[in-house]
């Protein structure tokens, strides 16, 4: 029997992980602290998840495939006892989905025990590992996390603090890395020098919190301070807080696809609500392709900020017209082509008394394979809509991610196939619009044009080495900042 992913999740996009790491003063349990902010950061990563926490020098962990609940309860946590610890959530876009590969990192060397979490991925990951290997390391994973871990302990033997290795690693690091280490006395996060993936810091009283997002210091009861600077580092030891700046230099590549998709609606990320972003799409969408239609709706989740959105700038009514099963767990598999044809009704489902008869407008986040759309399209006109209009809060797909998006080859993305128009044909909808590219820094209120886009403009803003093209997209890169024409 041939057992496929359902289409529904192959066409969902996913980003790598989210990390969670915490210096409690006493104030904050670091465990179960750090247990409720990888709740809070669990949309960002279904595969696998761990907690490692130091007791006065000595570092523990638990770590496995399965989601936050399902790896940690009660039991577990209480063989879990410290002053600090860091937590990691994952999908893997680089290395196999397996535990070897889950994180927290936890690594005996010379100078003793580290602990690292890290979200993105090294564009220069696999020059390093050969490097290593040559010189006789021997790896225990296939992920980008353990070639920062060997670089930092690498630098560590001729370095005079833990601070001073990881700086030194950064300037061989190249890529996306939000990243948290954990030596016996200090908590450390770093930024890689474009920022490509979010970092924040939250505290309560002389507790300090490190987070993917701002949503996961809210689930500890943290209170925000600041995000952490592209290129910067923090450390947390007894004397408190310090930050080295020495590697920031002022470039921001925020990945855009943050505020469109990866990141949850009630987080803030460098100064800007993702909820309000979101909505600003969906008016952005409502001002460039107007439509006469009864109602708005949007597909859960993300899409249904940008719905809203669209409703306020278009006068056309909000309404939930689509209801979806968030209890079929992480993986869902069927056997035959005629299953997996239905199976986008046991994740989505319409409201009848909603779309019946109503000429609909339908906000959704990204097209990516069009292996879904259709069916979505499809499902609405048998609940009874009259007309169905797609408006996608997002620019069309045209290349590649390497920064920790699992955004596949040109091959497979559908806008490199088809123009937007016959998208919209082959989806079965009235009308489609795409968010227009040009208008990506309005849709965050033009406060930071700086953020990579690579994924829509092919301008990268880094450049990518010839391994890491090799089984995706080898020509045509235009490297640079990519919003150097905005």
Same mark, same amino acid.
């Given at each position: 029997?041939?057992?496929?992913? @359902?289409?529904?999740?192959?066409?969902?996009?996913?980003?790598?992980?989210?990390?969670?790491?915490?210096?409690?003063?006493?104030?904050?349990?670091?465990?179960?602290?750090?247990?409720?902010?990888?709740?809070?950061?669990?949309?960002?990563?279904?595969?696998? +998840?761990?907690?490692?926490?130091?007791?006065?020098?000595?570092?523990?962990?638990?770590? #496995?495939?399965?989601?936050?609940?399902?790896?940690?309860?009660?039991?577990?946590?209480?063989?879990?006892?410290?002053?600090?610890?860091?937590?990691?959530?994952?999908?893997?876009?680089?290395?196999?989905?397996?535990?070897?590969? *889950?994180?927290?990192?936890?690594?005996?060397?010379?100078?003793?025990?580290?602990?690292?979490?890290?979200?993105?991925?090294?564009?220069?990951?696999?020059?390093?590992?050969?490097?290593?290997?040559?010189?006789? *390391?021997?790896?225990?994973?296939?992920? @980008?996390?353990?070639?920062? $871990?060997?670089?930092?302990?690498?630098?560590?033997?001729?370095?005079?603090?833990?601070?001073?290795?990881?700086?030194?690693?950064?300037?061989?690091?190249?890529?996306?890395?939000?990243?948290?280490?954990?030596?016996?006395?200090?908590?450390?996060?770093?930024?890689?020098?474009?920022?490509?993936?979010?970092?924040?810091?939250?505290?309560?009283?002389?507790?300090?919190?490190?987070?993917?997002?701002?949503?996961?210091? #809210?689930? +500890?009861?943290?209170?925000?301070?600041?995000?952490?600077?592209?290129?910067?580092?923090?450390?947390?030891?007894?004397?408190?807080?310090?930050?080295?700046?020495?590697?920031?230099?002022?470039?921001?590549?925020? +990945?855009?696809?943050?505020?469109?998709?990866?990141?949850?609606?009630?987080?803030?990320?460098?100064?800007?609500?993702?909820?309000?972003?979101?909505?600003? *799409?969906?008016?952005?969408?409502?001002?460039?392709?107007?439509?006469? $239609?009864?109602?708005?709706?949007?597909?859960?989740?993300?899409?249904?900020?940008?719905?809203?959105?669209?409703?306020?700038?278009?006068?056309?009514?909000?309404?939930?017209?689509?209801?979806?099963?968030?209890?079929?767990?992480?993986?869902?598999?069927?056997?035959?082509?005629?299953?997996?044809?239905?199976?986008?009704?046991?994740?989505?489902?319409?409201?009848?008394?909603?779309?019946?008869?109503? !000429?609909?407008?339908?906000?959704?986040?990204?097209?990516? !394979?069009?292996?879904?759309?259709?069916?979505?399209?499809?499902?609405?006109?048998?609940?009874?809509?009259?007309?169905?209009?797609?408006?996608?809060?997002?620019?069309?797909?045209?290349?590649? +991610?390497?920064?920790?998006? #699992?955004?596949?080859?040109?091959?497979?993305?559908?806008?490199?196939?088809?123009?937007?128009?016959?998208?919209?044909?082959?989806?079965?909808?009235?009308?489609?619009?795409?968010?227009?590219?040009?208008?990506?820094?309005?849709?965050?209120?033009?406060?930071?044009?700086?953020?990579? @886009?690579?994924?829509?403009?092919?301008?990268?803003?880094?450049?990518?080495?010839?391994?890491?093209? $090799?089984?995706?997209?080898?020509?045509?890169?235009?490297?640079?900042?990519?919003?150097?024409?905005?």
């Amino acid at each position: 029997m041939n057992l496929q992913k @359902d289409n529904y999740f192959t066409e969902e996009l996913h980003e790598e992980c989210g990390v969670f790491g915490i210096y409690s003063d006493g104030t904050l349990n670091p465990v179960y602290s750090t247990y409720n902010g990888l709740l809070a950061l669990q949309h960002r990563g279904q595969e696998s +998840c761990g907690i490692a926490v130091n007791d006065r020098g000595v570092i523990s962990y638990r770590k #496995d495939m399965g989601l936050v609940s399902e790896v940690f309860n009660n039991d577990v946590l209480s063989t879990l006892d410290g002053q600090m610890a860091i937590g990691h959530v994952r999908y893997s876009t680089a290395g196999g989905s397996v535990r070897e590969n *889950a994180q927290p990192l936890v690594m005996r060397y010379v100078k003793g025990t580290i602990a690292i979490s890290h979200n993105g991925n090294l564009t220069n990951a696999v020059e390093i590992r050969k490097e290593l290997e040559h010189r006789g *390391a021997i790896f225990q994973t296939t992920i @980008d996390s353990e070639v920062i $871990a060997y670089v930092i302990a690498r630098e560590r033997v001729n370095s005079h603090s833990v601070e001073e290795a990881v700086k030194r690693a950064m300037l061989q690091l190249n890529g996306a890395y939000s990243l948290l280490v954990m030596s016996p006395r200090k908590l450390i996060a770093a930024r890689d020098m474009q920022g490509f993936r979010p970092l924040c810091m939250g505290k309560l009283n002389n507790s300090i919190v490190f987070a993917s997002e701002s949503c996961a210091l #809210d689930a +500890c009861g943290a209170e925000f301070v600041r995000d952490i600077e592209p290129g910067e580092i923090v450390v947390v030891d007894e004397r408190g807080i310090t930050s080295i700046k020495d590697n920031c230099r002022n470039k921001k590549s925020l +990945c855009i696809f943050e505020y469109i998709y990866f990141a949850r609606t009630d987080s803030i990320i460098d100064g800007i609500s993702v909820y309000e972003a979101r909505k600003e *799409a969906g008016r952005i969408l409502a001002r460039t392709y107007p439509v006469d $239609a009864d109602l708005v709706i949007g597909v859960p989740e993300s899409g249904i900020d940008a719905a809203i959105g669209y409703s306020e700038e278009s006068g056309i009514p909000y309404e939930k017209g689509i209801v979806k099963n968030n209890y079929i767990g992480r993986t869902f598999i069927k056997p035959s082509q005629k299953e997996r044809a239905k199976s986008v009704r046991i994740k989505l489902n319409p409201l009848i008394t909603s779309v019946k008869g109503k !000429r609909v407008v339908m906000l959704d986040d990204s097209i990516v !394979r069009g292996t879904t759309c259709d069916r979505i399209v499809s499902m609405l006109r048998d609940a009874g809509a009259k007309e169905v209009h797609l408006r996608i809060s997002s620019p069309p797909f045209r290349w590649p +991610c390497y920064y920790g998006t #699992d955004i596949p080859s040109k091959d497979e993305l559908i806008a490199c196939k088809l123009k937007e128009e016959e998208i919209g044909k082959l989806a079965g909808a009235d009308s489609i619009g795409f968010l227009p590219v040009e208008t990506l820094p309005n849709m965050i209120f033009n406060k930071n044009c700086n953020f990579c @886009d690579a994924c829509f403009t092919g301008k990268y803003p880094s450049h990518i080495p010839t391994q890491q093209l $090799a089984g995706k997209e080898r020509g045509g890169l235009e490297i640079g900042n990519s919003q150097k024409n905005i």
